[in-house]
């Protein structure tokens, strides 16, 4: 298994490589309302689109992941009053030590 996981890593890589020396060629990049323009190789400019997405990506799973935990949590203290409150049965009321119910006049 890890020499597959090897494999694959240094072929992605070997393919990045491979990507960032064909793709060398500088494009600008401006923000339009802003008077920025910033000249960077493309290969550069994707990998760090990627990277930044891939950041937001981990951010959004790892809140999802809280969320979802943090609902679990909930669910499962929520199951254990129930049962608690399931445990505490009312103790049974002996109907021979009752006094009979009046007539009604």
Known sequence: MRFLRVFIGALLLLILIVFAVANKDAVTVSVEPLPFVIELPLYLLVFAVF???LVFGVAIGRLNAWSSSRRRAEAEKQRQARQALQAVKPAPTDSAQL????PIV
Request: aromatic residues 14%; charged residues 0%.
């Open 99 to 102: 006094p009979p119910p009046s």
């Open 51 to 53: 990277f930044v997405g």
